[in-house]
């Protein structure tokens, strides 16, 4: 099992920035690829980037540009620096980590970012 604790989502206004981190323990030797989600009120849930152990990245083209994500290895932590937020961006983002780049295997409690006009 991967427990993903999650932290940093907030309150901001548009254009502002935010630093969401993402601390992963227990089996983590068994994954490779972690990233973040995103659920809006009334919308599915959306892959936002993802990031692989050998640091390869994907975006979703609404954010690329804007968010950029990382990890660092030593730490078993991923992080994704949000600027220029709009209120597009407000939603429930989730730690997620997976064995490759498919769906998730295990998921974060969820942290909630709104960005206000």
């Known amino acids: 099992q991967v427990q993903l604790v999650e932290s940093g989502g907030d309150l901001v206004q548009a254009g502002g920035s935010l630093r969401l981190s993402c601390a992963a323990s227990?089996?983590?030797?068994?994954?490779?690829?972690m990233g973040w989600y995103r659920q809006a009120p009334g919308k599915q849930r959306e892959l936002v980037a993802r990031i692989s152990s050998g640091v390869i990245t994907t975006y979703a083209g609404s954010v690329k540009g804007r968010f950029t994500i990382s990890r660092d290895n030593a730490k078993n932590t991923v992080y994704l620096q949000m600027n220029s937020l709009k209120t597009e961006d407000t939603a429930v983002y989730y730690c997620?980590?997976?064995?490759?780049?498919?769906?998730?295997?295990?998921w974060g409690q969820g942290n909630q970012v709104t960005v206000s006009s």
């Open positions: 997620a980590a997976a064995r490759g780049f498919k769906e998730p295997n295990y």
């Open positions: 227990g089996s983590i030797f068994s994954i490779n690829v």
